[in-house]
């Protein structure tokens, strides 16, 4: 189960076991950012908040970053 924060464009900033980092349909990559530091990179790269924060197992989550890139 991963919390999705933001999404952009195929990628995702997400918390998956208490671990920050981004999704893509690649896998998950661990960032070591503070949850702040990392929303406030995010907005800077057009990241789009995910507000509130979702829950989504690993094919949701990917299912949910096609449909970003179909608009």
Same mark, same amino acid.
């Given at each position: 189960?991963?919390? %999705?924060?933001?999404?952009?464009?195929?990628?995702?900033? %997400?918390?998956?076991?208490?671990?920050?980092?981004?999704?893509?349909?690649?896998?998950?990559?661990? @960032? $070591?950012?503070? %949850?702040?530091?990392?929303?406030? !990179?995010?907005?800077?790269?057009?990241?789009?908040? @995910? !507000?509130?924060?979702?829950?989504?197992?690993?094919? $949701? !989550?990917?299912?949910? !970053?096609?449909?970003?890139?179909?608009?």
């Amino acid at each position: 189960m991963m919390t %999705v924060l933001a999404r952009k464009q195929g990628a995702a900033l %997400v918390i998956r076991d208490r671990t920050l980092g981004i999704f893509t349909d690649k896998g998950f990559t661990p @960032v $070591d950012f503070k %949850v702040e530091l990392a929303m406030k !990179l995010a907005a800077r790269l057009k990241y789009t908040p @995910v !507000l509130p924060a979702q829950e989504m197992e690993e094919p $949701d !989550l990917l299912r949910f !970053l096609q449909d970003t890139r179909a608009h």
